[in-house]
């Protein structure tokens, strides 16, 4: 599925979500990723961002 992500956090947790992010998609400007993820990849990058807790 192609997703965009945006995130609006507190600049103590910028960095955190911006290196979670990057592993999974691509950058396009400061808050903004965008590609391509399977399912599994989707659960997997908002686990490890603390957005969803499984």
Known sequence: MFV???YDVS?????IFRKI????LTHEQNS???GDLTESS????MTE???LRI
């Open 11 to 15: 600049s103590r947790r910028t960095e």
């Open 42 to 45: 989707w659960k997997r990058a």
């Open 32 to 34: 903004v990723f965008l």
């Open 21 to 24: 992010l990057t592993r999974f």
């Open 4 to 6: 965009v992500i945006t």
């Open 49 to 51: 961002s603390g957005v």
